[in-house]
């Protein structure tokens, strides 16, 4: 039963993030390891969609370490952990909570014994801003603690460099973009502290070229020549060397406004959807505190509501009209979302 759920959620998850942005680009998904102990290691700007594009991209069932302050509700935790998702405790969780995370790390190094694949986002918290930000040595302690209880397992770093067009807007590009396998095993245990240095420089240089990587220094403005350039943020490599180059070798892109045709869609969508869609202006949007949770709280009304409206205006119009009306009223909605996220 769990990997029926776990399928049937995987499916849902997919078929809602292909009706959420224009595109999804995927790269170097074959280079996974399909039946080894994976540590996937990802930058982290949006939020929960960091996790469902690697969840639903990568072709394995995966475990992620998830911060602890999502599973205080009973019934959402049960969920969460269902999804096979464990909470992690930070320093602003309680130093009293801190201990709780032993179990966690031993559970994933258990898990990676037996060949399975573990999410970590090393950076410690979300960030809208387009850099890669000092790692946290979070994930080198799973990996010592799973070669000393577990001396014969060889486990597969791959860094994900997750990168959007325009993180918070509707509809958004994505680009996943997985990196080289990065073996490890017994011989990282003979200096800690050189492996901690090494693993996350190694992790680290290959985030900062499978993503945009800003400097700290002069950030708000390199931001903004970018952004006068209208550059394309899903091509992290293009981009990359157009800040090393301080602009000399970068292409001014013409911007793609909506068109009046496609406006018109989105506004005749927006009216079939009145509810839900007043739901996320008013109510929803109004108390997101980071806004990096935006594109997250927006998926999430898509995902629940969006679906329980449609249906109950089906059986609204299958109930007083003939029921072709109330097919007609689902590809109405289907077509025009295709039309105006696809466009």
Avoid at 284 to 289: F, R, V, Y
């Amino acid at each position: 039963m769990k990997q029926v759920w776990l399928y049937s959620i995987r499916a849902y998850l997919r078929l809602g993030l292909f009706f959420y942005f224009k595109r999804i680009d995927v790269r170097n998904a074959n280079t996974i390891p399909k039946n080894e102990a994976v540590i996937f290691l990802g930058n982290h700007q949006n939020a929960l969609l960091d996790a469902l594009l690697i969840a639903t991209k990568n072709g394995r069932f995966l475990y992620f370490l998830t911060r602890a302050g999502v599973f205080e509700k009973p019934l959402v935790s049960k969920i969460l952990k269902s999804l096979q998702m464990l909470p992690v405790y930070r320093i602003r969780d309680g130093w009293s909570n801190l201990n709780k995370n032993n179990s966690v790390f031993s559970k994933s190094s258990k898990l990676l014994s037996e060949q399975n694949a573990v999410v970590i986002f090393p950076e410690g918290s979300h960030n809208l801003n387009r850099t890669v930000r000092p790692l946290s040595k979070g994930f080198t302690r799973i990996i010592f603690e799973t070669l000393e209880n577990y001396p014969e397992t060889k486990i597969q770093l791959i860094p994900v460099g997750l990168n959007f067009k325009h993180a918070t807007k509707f509809s958004d590009t994505a680009l996943i973009n997985f990196g080289a396998p990065i073996q490890v095993g017994i011989e990282l245990l003979e200096d800690k502290n050189k492996s901690v240095i090494k693993l996350k420089d190694q992790v680290s240089q290959q985030l900062r070229a499978l993503t945009i990587h800003i400097e700290s220094e002069n950030y708000e403005s390199t931001l903004q020549k970018l952004e006068d350039l209208n550059v394309d943020f899903t091509k992290p490599e293009a981009v990359n060397q157009c800040i090393i180059s301080d602009f000399e070798n970068c292409k001014k892109i013409k911007p793609k406004d909506d068109t009046p045709l496609k406006q018109l869609f989105k506004f005749l969508l927006i009216i079939n959807l009145f509810i839900p869609y007043l739901i996320w202006k008013k109510i929803a949007q109004p108390k997101i505190k980071e806004i990096e949770f935006t594109s997250t709280f927006r998926f999430a009304i898509a995902l629940t509501l969006v679906p329980l409206f449609i249906i109950l205006v089906m059986l609204t119009l299958g109930f007083v009209l003939p029921i072709k009306f109330a097919f007609m009223y689902l590809l109405n909605v289907i077509v025009l979302t295709l039309l105006s996220v696809k466009l």
